[in-house]
């Protein structure tokens, strides 16, 4: 069953034309003009309950904008969605009960208060029994290290800090989705795998729905096993992350040192595109020839030291679709 339903989709906004010179400005007093901007184009998905879904696009491709249709922030143009069986607009406070919601570049954290007082001012918010409210913060402080930081005000925290405190705000009154826009923003690489473990964690445990949005496709990679894909308000794909990986990631790249003398180094099916002394980087398509064949071919004239074999990363991927389009089939 679907906690989640979005059903063609639509949201559009009218934005003022800006008329120049001071008679434009005066004229706009009393006739103003306006341009339609369509954020969102007919997206429909649905997601089952335990999944972590990757919501990903450029800027400006309509993200933003369905999570804040989600969560009842935003009144959709035409469509229909359910979270949870509630239409998010008509029933905001029944709603934001059910959902957690974390945004990487905001806080919903008081900045002058120590954030234990914080959490206890979310707990009368939310009407938490003062059991769950000790067993959760009990719960949370053992999973996201907050015992180091509850007395210190939120203005004072690191921004690892503040994004952990803020994980468990979401949390507090049990929410059975999560919504996480760019929750490693900003973070160092010790503090984003950190990050990355907490949601798997709180996925795993306690069965929350994620839907994650950001730009760093390493969350995506390493958080999802499906990714909803969009451009320009419409989705564009919207399945397996291993299947676009198939689909798309087709050019792989054989590293191999080797000894000797190896002038004149050629390797019949692949592209020498980095040389340095005895390294070579050769680029092949997978379905044009296996690795195992190029290594044997390689062997048979020159001694290898070493090698490596490099699948294309999911941001080269993405970065080809976007710039080619979903129809292109040639490898990223």
């Known amino acids: 069953m679907s906690i989640i339903e979005v059903n063609h989709l639509y949201k559009q906004y009218q934005i003022a034309k800006r008329q120049e010179g001071l008679g434009g400005a005066l004229r706009s007093l009393f006739h103003r003009e306006y341009t339609t901007k369509m954020a969102v184009q ?120 503040r994004m952990r405190a803020d994980i468990a705000a979401s949390l507090l009154h049990d929410p059975v989705i999560l919504f996480l826009d760019e929750p490693t923003i900003g973070l160092d690489v010790v503090a984003k795998e950190r990050m990355r473990t907490i949601i798997k964690e709180i996925n795993r445990e306690r069965g929350v729905t994620v839907i994650l949005t950001t730009h760093d496709m390493s969350d995506i990679e390493k958080l999802c096993k499906r990714m909803i894909l969009i451009d320009n308000g419409r989705v564009i794909y919207d399945g397996e992350l291993s299947k676009i990986k198939e689909r798309f990631g087709k050019d792989r790249v054989l590293i191999v040192d080797l000894e000797g003398e190896n ?48 699948d294309p990363e999911i941001d080269v991927i993405i970065r080809h679709i976007y710039e080619k389009g979903i129809g292109s089939q040639a490898g990223a």
Do not use: C
């Open 42 to 161: 007919d997206i429909s998905f649905a997601v089952k309950q335990g999944e972590v879904v990757g919501y990903v696009g450029p800027n400006g491709a309509g993200k933003s904008t369905t999570i804040k249709m989600l969560t009842g922030i935003l009144v959709p143009t035409s469509g229909d969605i359910r979270v949870n069986g509630v239409i998010p607009f008509k029933e905001r406070q029944k709603n934001a009960r059910q959902i957690g919601v974390v945004f990487g570049q905001r806080t919903q954290l008081w900045w002058d208060l120590p954030t234990i007082e914080s959490f206890e001012l979310l707990k009368q918010v939310f009407q938490i029994s003062d059991q769950r409210y000790r067993q959760n913060m009990t719960t949370f402080s053992d999973i996201l290290g907050l015992g180091e930081f509850l007395h210190t005000p939120v203005r004072q925290l690191s921004l690892g800090q």
């Open 263 to 310: 002038s004149g180094f050629v390797i019949a099916g692949t592209e020498v595109i980095k040389q340095e002394g005895n390294r070579k980087w050769l680029r092949f398509n997978r379905d044009e020839v296996t690795a195992s064949q190029l290594i044997h071919q390689i062997s048979q004239k020159y001694e290898i030291k070493d090698l490596t074999i490099k």
